[in-house]
């Protein structure tokens, strides 16, 4: 199994260490794990000038010497994105060398994070609007591997905005889908809805479903983990889930390069203990 959405002591909101991570990741039946630590280039973000790009990449070589035999370990990062950031979003990949790149909408209209205190004094259409506004944005770019929990706001709907359908927004999610098809941009299943609120992955199987009856065939998933205890955690349920969508592989990436990796192939490999795909 691929979790392509871990983080470590690299994110402002973390203090796991990769080793620990890494642990949990043999464990738990992962054959692949990505570190794709917050890189914020919001200024009013918590986590702006936070992530040390020299540091992450030798702690990165450091757990591949110690697991690289049982563990395959990318360097990646989940980079913030919107239109305010994009020339900065910019500079930062053409700096870069990565494995793998997750780009994710955390900032709504106004500069404001899309945490509960965001709904204030919005609509719930608003916010998902805006919200699926930047999503496309980033899309067009074609800057990313895949784009990170792709109904985000969802998460941290307070419960008089607890009506989210995603059938409501269908109209805004085909043109992603179709720009997201053209420029061959995936997009992640982040379980971290399944251990927490609402209940479900980002997306849920509606949306996946959509995306394949679209032509659509690029997936990751990832866990979105901050604790070495949910490493892994609801991979199983979400190949399964993927499947019945009509899913047959999950992307793959080396040096930002794409491959397609059987389920049943990784469901061998998580039972066998093996690494290597």
Not at 125 to 135: A, N, S
Not at 208 to 216: F, P
Not at 232 to 261: K, N, S
Request: glycine letters at 8%.
């Amino acid at each position: 199994m691929l979790d392509y959405h871990v983080h470590s002591q690299f994110s402002i909101d973390c203090d796991t260490r990769m080793e620990e991570s890494c642990e949990a990741a043999i464990a738990a039946g992962v054959t692949e794990i990505a570190f794709t630590d917050h890189v914020d280039h919001e200024t009013a973000d918590p986590g702006f000038g936070y992530y040390r790009a020299d540091d992450y990449f030798g702690a990165i070589e450091a757990v591949r010497s110690r697991f690289g035999e049982r563990l395959t370990v990318l360097a990646a990062a989940e980079v913030d994105f919107n239109e305010r950031t994009a020339p900065e979003v910019e500079r930062f990949l053409a700096q870069h060398a990565y494995d793998f790149v997750i780009g994710s909408v955390h900032y709504g209209d106004d500069g404001v994070i899309i945490f509960p205190d965001y709904f204030a004094g919005r609509t719930s259409d608003r916010v998902f609007t805006e919200y699926f506004r930047q999503i496309a944005f980033a899309v067009e770019t074609g800057w990313f591997d895949t784009i990170g929990h792709l109904d985000l706001p969802k998460r941290y709907a307070p419960h008089g905005h607890r009506n989210y359908d995603p059938l409501a927004y269908r109209d805004l999610l085909e043109p992603i889908f179709a720009s997201m098809i053209a420029r061959e941009v995936a997009f992640e299943i982040n379980t971290s809805g399944l251990r927490q609120a609402p209940k479900t992955s980002m997306p849920g199987p509606a949306i996946v479903r959509w995306y394949v009856e679209a032509g659509g065939r690029l997936m990751t998933t990832g866990t979105d983990s901050h604790l070495a205890r949910t490493v892994g955690f609801g991979l199983p349920l979400t190949l399964d889930m993927l499947e019945l969508c009509g899913i047959e592989h999950v992307a793959a990436f080396r040096g930002r390069q794409r491959q397609l990796v059987p389920i049943s192939q990784l469901r061998e490999a998580a039972a066998a203990g093996d690494g290597a795909i």
